[in-house]
């Protein structure tokens, strides 16, 4: 099987670096260009980067040279960890250009002609690229993955969702400082200390959660009618978010029978047999204590998501608790397994 040529844009940052470590010996795809800010053009990424990851950044990739955010249509995916404001001008001119962008960014997560995937849950979406390059006449296209909170929720709701019927969620989350990017929050800012406000973070979960769960039809999303309420809070943890809710449901299930359901989540048969598919997307763990950021973050390389405290709720019909690794799971992980989703179906070119 050739390996299919890949770029990362905004290789140096948080999402960037977590791209590098998960595709340095991937067996489906080649990192053959990394994108940095302009100043940095030609430069050795590894002289460049800051590397933040735990294991070591191998040779070859060291050495590739940096280039500017000029499209390239000699690569065939660009995996997108910049930020939203840059990407909504650079990833329509990538896209443009014939290749098909994978993106973390939120510019284009709610366009009505862009699939939001998680590829256990709604992997129908994609279809939505046929509409997407006709409509903008593009040979390539733009997929998104979610906000990384949402991303941790949607994995864990969205089995309750399909047997139960969610009506309503009220959530709060507790997520990493590696989810602000880096250098990100200040550690004077964070170190001792819990802020209230990630700015745009609880419109995007309330948002995303409805368009993940919603139903294709006619080159449509009908979003799913669930009204959600989130608070987000930043907390001086490294990696993970951790999300809690009380939540509605049409028929409520009984913390058991909402257990089993979790437990038995799996993907299509495609699906699981992507390459940065988990064995199962959520666990769920009875300890009382359980799951906890440090002891369950990586869970299934980063790519699981914990379940627990499941229990009957007096305000709703059932509490919880979901931990997931924002950086894996919530960002560069999620896009990866996106575009080998891309790549199975035969949906790489239009
Ligand atoms: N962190 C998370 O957990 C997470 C999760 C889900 C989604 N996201 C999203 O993923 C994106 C990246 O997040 P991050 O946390 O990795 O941010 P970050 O650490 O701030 O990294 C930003 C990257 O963009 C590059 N960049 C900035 N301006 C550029 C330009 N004009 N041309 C080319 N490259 C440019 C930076 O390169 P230089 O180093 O050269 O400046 C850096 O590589 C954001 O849209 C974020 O919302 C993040």
Redesign the pocket.
Request: aromatic share 2%; charged share 10%; with cysteine.
């Given at each position: 099987m050739t390996r299919t040529p890949v770029a990362i844009?905004?290789?140096?940052?948080?999402?960037?670096?977590?791209f590098v470590a998960l595709l340095a010996d991937h067996p489906w795809f080649e990192i053959v260009q990394l994108?940095?800010?302009?100043?940095?053009d030609g430069r050795c990424y590894g002289d460049?980067?800051r590397w933040r990851e735990p294991t070591s950044l191998p040779d070859a990739i060291a050495q590739i040279r940096?280039t500017?955010?000029a499209p390239n249509p000699e690569v065939q995916i660009a995996f997108?960890?910049?930020?939203?404001s840059?990407?909504h001008d650079?990833e329509p001119a990538w896209a443009e250009a014939g290749v098909m962008v994978v993106?973390?960014?939120?510019?284009y997560r709610m366009a009505d002609d862009v699939p939001l995937i998680v590829p256990e849950i709604n992997p129908d979406h994609l279809a939505l690229l046929d509409r997407q390059r006709a409509g903008r006449m593009w040979r390539g296209g733009i997929v998104a993955?979610?906000?990384?909170s949402t991303?941790v929720l949607v994995t864990a709701l969205a089995p309750l969702h399909r047997a139960f019927g969610l009506q309503r969620a009220a959530i709060a989350t507790l997520?990493?400082a590696?989810?602000?990017?880096?250098?990100?929050v200040p550690s004077l800012d964070l170190l001792g200390n819990v802020i209230p406000y990630i700015g745009g973070e609880e419109e995007k979960i309330e948002r995303e959660l409805t368009k993940i769960l919603g139903t294709y039809s006619d080159a449509r999303i009908v979003p799913a009618e669930i009204l959600a309420s989130a608070m987000v809070h930043r907390v001086p943890v490294v990696?993970g978010?951790m999300v809690s809710g009380s939540l509605a449901f049409a028929e409520a299930p009984s913390p058991e029978a909402a257990m089993a359901t979790l437990r038995a989540f799996r993907g299509s048969e495609l699906v699981q047999g992507l390459p940065s598919s988990p064995r199962t997307p959520v666990e769920v763990d009875e300890r009382a204590d359980r799951p906890q950021t440090r002891l369950d973050v990586d869970r299934g390389q980063g790519m699981t998501v914990t379940v627990g405290r499941v229990r009957a709720c007096p305000l709703h019909d059932l509490r919880f608790v979901a931990l997931g690794h924002?950086?894996v799971r919530?960002?560069?992980g999620?896009a990866i397994q996106n575009a080998e989703l891309i790549r199975a179906s035969g949906a790489l070119e239009g």
């Open positions: 844009l905004g290789a140096t940052g948080a999402v960037g670096q977590k994108v940095a800010s302009a100043t940095r460049e980067v940096l500017t955010i997108s960890a910049l930020d939203a840059i990407a650079v993106s973390n960014a939120s510019a993955n979610p906000n990384c991303a997520q990493a590696s989810g602000a990017g880096y250098p990100g990696d978010h924002n950086l919530g960002a560069a999620a």
